[in-house]
């Protein structure tokens, strides 16, 4: 397969038949891919699975992964779990260039309980004022039993920066998760680090939301996540909200598993934050934390948007769960409310992208805004608008739900390109104008762009990049 799906005789027989079922003014909308995934059951791979392999030895450390640790990336978050004992605190880690110099820090640890099920000792271990650009070694566990993993930091902030994201949303743990994970990880595009959207391991999917389902998740991940970090959002799978068996804390699980740098950007709580790393500024937001005007995350994005600095940061990237432009059949305008809140902030401060997944699918939006609308005006359609992001749903993971492949028809004018695929995509900066845009379906080889396009930064470079 290769990427050659925009020809035009392909595009002539998709705009023929919509001709034939509609009415003119459809002939401007998107393309809807005519590459159909086989309908098929997704499975989630099973507790003896290689990816769910316990390391070996008394107490080891399991589950290890790492995150940004502060606002500009001269932190790292080391966290790891160990199952008979809590174990020491205590990450070691030194530079590739001065391997003498070993430090030390140490960090914290933490138990929960869920119904009948009882977590390891989850431990958080924060590693602060790291060099730019720099490749670390650190170890994990005692004496008697350490694992040893890498990182790379980021480039020090600046606005001509290049730097690689991932992007994998609803990823689960299916044997299309394993897949996409892999195209990931072989992509030759080598994502530095991931920007993930929510929907983390389905555990509660699972009778009493067995929790065993978060533990064998974080192992499956640790070969790529305790090597780069990914970049979390919560997802509607991660509240575990559970009354009828009296979990009745939302995020329990997740929270006390996933830690965020909140704090570093005046955040109050986990679900809502911000970071800088290279030339990109990533806000995340919360689906599932109130957003309404006067709520504590309303306050903040409020304050947040003004803060960005192009000239230090060109990429404001956004990242949440529930999209706000989804022309599938499933939880449509589920984000609707949200984007009536905020999309006029979105305009004004001129952010280039919105991440999303929920939908378990692949979609992108022209530039467009619907902002215009007033109660009485009628005006309450999407239009180009130049200032707006471009939304990219990316639910595509792969989790045991399987794929979202009923569409509303005909494709919105709205929606560039849609296809009911697993995969992931690459967003590729390569300085304060231009970004390398692509969307990697889990069928094709690893170096295949199913979609993909330039993006022009909107401060600096705001020029109309749609291909019509
Ligand atoms: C939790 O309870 C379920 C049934 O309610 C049972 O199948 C499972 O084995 C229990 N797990 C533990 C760890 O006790
Ligand atoms: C998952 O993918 C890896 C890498 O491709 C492979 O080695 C492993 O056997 C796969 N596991 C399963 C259960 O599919
Ligand atoms: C924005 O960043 C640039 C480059 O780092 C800096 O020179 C400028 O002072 C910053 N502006 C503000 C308002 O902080
Ligand atoms: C920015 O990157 C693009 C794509 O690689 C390139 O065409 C352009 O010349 C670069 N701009 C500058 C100022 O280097
Ligand atoms: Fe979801």
Redesign the pocket.
């Known amino acids: 397969m290769d990427s050659s799906y925009s020809s035009s005789s392909i595009c002539c027989i998709v705009i023929v038949s919509i001709l034939l079922l509609d009415s003119l003014l459809v002939c401007n909308g998107g393309k809807t891919s005519i590459y159909v995934r086989k309908a098929e059951k997704t499975v989630e791979?099973p507790l003896h699975?290689?990816?769910f392999r316990i390391p070996a030895g008394y107490n080891a450390p399991q589950q290890v992964h790492i995150t940004q640790g502060d606002h500009e990336g001269k932190a790292v978050i080391v966290s790891w779990v160990t199952p008979d004992e809590p174990g020491s605190n205590t990450v070691v880690y030194w530079s590739e260039e001065n391997c003498e110099a070993k430090k030390k820090a140490v960090g914290k640890v933490y138990t929960y309980k869920f119904y009948n099920y009882t977590s390891g000792f989850i431990h958080h271990c924060t590693i602060r004022n790291l060099e730019y650009d720099t490749k670390y070694y650190y170890v994990v566990g005692d004496r008697k039993l350490m694992r040893k993993f890498w990182f790379t930091t980021p480039p020090a902030v600046g606005p001509d920066v290049p730097y690689t994201f991932g992007i994998i949303g609803d990823l689960g743990q299916t044997?299309d998760s394993?897949i996409t994970l892999?195209h990931y990880e072989r992509n030759p595009k080598n994502g530095q680090a991931v920007l993930f959207v929510g929907d983390l391991s389905y555990a509660d999917n699972h009778p009493n939301h067995d929790n065993v389902r978060w533990d064998t998740w974080a192992r499956f991940v640790e070969r790529s996540v305790a090597y780069q970090p990914w970049i979390w959002t919560a997802g509607n799978h991660e509240i575990d909200f559970a009354p009828e068996i009296g979990e009745t804390k939302p995020f329990k699980p997740y929270t006390r598993r996933y830690h965020v740098p909140y704090r570093a950007s005046q955040s109050t709580a986990s679900f809502w934050y911000s970071i800088k790393r290279a030339s990109a500024y990533i806000i995340v937001l919360s689906s599932y934390s109130a957003y309404g005007k006067y709520t504590p995350q309303y306050q903040w994005l409020e304050q947040e948007l003004p803060k960005v600095n192009r000239s230090e940061t060109p990429w404001l990237i956004v990242l949440m769960h529930s999209p706000w432009y989804n022309s599938y059949n499933y939880h449509y305008m589920e984000g609707e409310t949200m984007r009536v809140m905020y999309e006029p902030w979105f305009v004004e401060h001129k952010v280039d992208i919105v991440l999303a997944g929920h939908v378990h699918a692949y979609e992108r939006s022209e530039r467009i805004s619907n902002i215009a609308y007033n109660i009485e005006n009628g005006k309450c359609r999407p239009v180009k608008d130049q200032s707006a992001p471009i939304y990219i749903t990316i639910g595509d993971g792969g989790n045991i739900e399987g794929l979202a492949n009923d569409m509303t028809e005909p494709q919105p004018e709205y929606s560039a390109y849609r296809e009911a695929s697993f995969g992931h995509a690459i967003f590729d900066i390569k300085n304060r104008t231009h970004a390398r845009y692509s969307w990697h379906r889990n069928h094709d080889g690893y170096a295949v762009e199913a979609d993909s396009m330039w993006f022009f930064n909107r401060f600096w470079h705001p020029v109309d990049e749609s291909s019509q």
């Open positions: 791979m699975s290689d990816v044997y394993n892999t």
